[in-house]
Every structure is written in C-alpha cells, then in structure tokens.
C-alpha cells in the first residue's frame, strides 16, 4: 500500500472509532502511521474524531528508538526531548501526544490507541493479566500500569520481548494496557478493525456471560436541580451537569471503585478529578461540603456524587462539565462491568499522584480546555 492511501485508511480508522464514546472520549486516544522510516502521529489536543492528515506530525522512528534505548539524562520532560530530537521540519504550532514512543515500538504501518469502556473492564481489573490469557490466549500481550511516557513505552517493549521468547512468535498486534486502554496495530484498515470487533466482542460476550448481582435503583428523592445550583454557587463555576437516572442510582453508590476508591484510568483524572466530592442529600449541606473538599485538596471538586441519588460535575463550560460528567459516568460502567469479570482495580494513590503532577497532562488539559 503506498503512504497516501495509509494516511486515508489512518484518518479513516480515528475518525470511526474516535466520533464513539465506546472507545474515546474528548482528547483521549492516539493514532500513528509509519512509512519509510518516519511515524507520523497525532498531536496533543485534537480529538480523534476531527483528525486530519495534515494535523499528523512527522517524527524519525530510528530517533525515537534510540531515545527508549538510552539511558542518558535529557534537559526536561524525556518524551518531550525525545520528540524535538525526532521532529522533521518546522515545530509549528503543534505538539506531539506524550504516548509517541510506543507507537515506534510497532512494526505494523496503523496503530490506533484507545480507551474503550468495553475492553477496560479487563485492564482495569486485579484479575486482568488472567482475564486476558482466559479470553484471548497468547494473542495479546499485557502489560501492567506504568506510569506514561518513557516508563510506559519501555514496559510495553519489555512486555514485547517477554511475549517473543516465550512463544517463539513475533509479539501480537494487541496489547492490553493496565488501567488505561488499548493499542491495536495493523497493516490496513480491514486488519485494525477487525481485531478492535474481536477484543471489543469477546470482552462484552464475557461481561453478558458473568453473574450479575444488580439491585433495583433507589427512588430519586434529592432535589437535583437545588443540589445543582447550590454546587454552582459554592464552586463558581460557569456550568454544572448532572445524572441521576436508573444507572446512577444502581452504580454511584458508596463503595463503587470511583465512588470511594480512586480514578481507573489517567484520562479520569484530566477530565473528572481524582475523587469526587460526597455531597449530602440536601441542597443546604453543599456549600460546607465543597468548602472541605477545597481545604483538603487545594481545590474544588471537578465531579459531586450523593450516593445512590445522583452525579454532577462542574466546568468552565457546558461542554467543559458534560465531559467530566460522562467521563466519570464511563469509569462508574467499567467498574461495574470489571467487577462482573472480577474485581475492579483503581489507580493507587502514587500512581494517581503521578498524573496529577504531570506537566504534560496539565498541558493537554489546557488544551482541551480551549477546544
Ligand atoms: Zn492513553
């Protein structure tokens, strides 16, 4: 296949599966295509849905690799360094997504990474690592979570290496990526797709098959509308969203995993917060609530659950609070569906830390913020 049609077959794969919120949400997920020696990737702060060829940017594979190889000290972020030593041409305005590096790892010419609700009912389980060998054999490689960046790429290759000497094969095009997502590699279009239809109906086969132990929900007795306005006031915020149907008054409960436990993947942490808020069940509760919130963790809550009753998120904008809403309505489903297969596992308290302290997260969040 020559580069231009790769590129199409690249636009058309983000394009499909990143307008799903099954399998990205806002600015998540990434996409690469390689050719003659160059990856050519998308950059942080456009969304797969509104990828275009000419947002793609060009960076030296045999740089790259040589960046994950090597162990010398780099001036700032690695990935980052790694990146402008690799970059062909003008900077321009665009930056290069921190996960650029695994996608030289690849030898396919399309990889797609994603973060679909599905699929992280298995990465985002204690059980994951055996889940995957039950459901998919020697066919996809796991990788344990690492925190992103170089860290990340270099457990993906040793994962990799792993995979080769133990089956004497050439490492699957799919890894599964603890508490965070997918990658799916492949040489067309038909081959990505077809193996993202595989891994997504296979997992949701295994989600219907499992027991399921659902109690009816709660009636819905908090004022929402009251509680809503309340949070606006205590917050400042411009906006707030909220949920309160069947699902969250089964799923936001206390003791779900994002309820109390902490974020599932790193993407909850940029769009929804770490941990939400507890809010009593009446409007006038809110404000010293929010005031506790903000003395303990320097800031106001991005997501407010009242448990059993409803979720409400608050942003700079409608959009702004509607994707932190959906994001933390999406970690409450995988949590539910990870708990049919298993048992839900969260991001630790050093692993979230991480990505709260991350200078390039908080660049991408900045962002998304203007987009
Ligand atoms: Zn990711």
Redesign the pocket.
């Known amino acids: 296949m020559d580069a231009a049609a790769l590129h199409e077959q690249l636009i058309r794969l983000s394009n499909h599966y990143g307008s799903q919120v099954e399998h990205a949400r806002a600015g ?3 996409a690469s295509v390689k050719h003659d020696g160059v990856l050519h990737i998308k950059p942080s702060g456009t969304t797969l849905a509104a990828l275009r060829d000419e947002d793609l940017v060009p960076l030296r594979i045999d740089v790259l690799l040589e960046a994950l190889a090597s162990d010398a000290p780099v001036e700032g972020d690695p990935v980052m360094a790694a990146a402008s030593a690799a970059r062909i041409g003008e900077p321009g305005g665009r930056r290069p997504s921190v ?1 650029i590096l695994f996608h030289a790892l690849m030898p396919e010419a399309l990889v797609l ?3 679909p609700l599905v699929a992280n009912a298995v990465t985002c389980n204690r059980h994951g690592r055996r889940l995957a060998e039950k459901l998919f054999a020697d066919d996809v490689v796991w990788v344990d979570y690492i925190d ?1 960046g170089v860290p990340l790429a270099r457990g993906i290759a040793a994962a990799r290496r792993e995979h080769e000497e133990r089956t004497g094969r050439p490492a699957p095009a799919i890894t599964l ?1 603890g508490n ?2 997918i990658i799916v590699a492949g040489d067309s279009y038909d081959e990505v797709a077809e193996r993202i239809d595989h891994l997504t109906r296979t997992i949701s086969d295994a989600i219907e098959a499992a027991p399921t132990s659902r109690s009816a929900p709660a009636a819905l007795t908090v004022d929402v509308e009251a509680v809503a306005n309340a949070l606006r006031e205590a917050t400042g915020a411009e906006a707030v969203a909220s949920a309160s149907d069947d699902f969250v008054r089964s799923n936001a409960v206390l003791g779900a995993g994002p309820v109390c436990h902490g974020p599932l ?3 909850q942490i940029v769009y929804a917060g770490s941990l939400p808020a507890h809010l009593p069940d009446d409007a006038s509760g809110v404000a010293a609530t929010v005031e506790r919130f903000r003395s303990e963790h320097g800031r106001a809550p991005v997501t407010c659950v009242v448990p059993g009753q409803a979720v409400f998120a608050v942003g700079a904008s409608q959009k702004a609070a509607r994707n932190a809403l959906d994001t933390f309505l999406d970690a409450l489903r995988v949590a539910r569906d990870a708990d049919r297969l298993g048992e839900v596992r969260v991001m630790d308290e050093r692993e979230r830390h991480f990505i709260e302290n991350w200078e390039a997260e908080a660049y991408r969040q900045s962002v998304a913020a203007e987009s």
């Open positions: 998540g997920g990434n996960e990474h994603l973060h992103p990526l965070h997502g993947i790193p993407d």
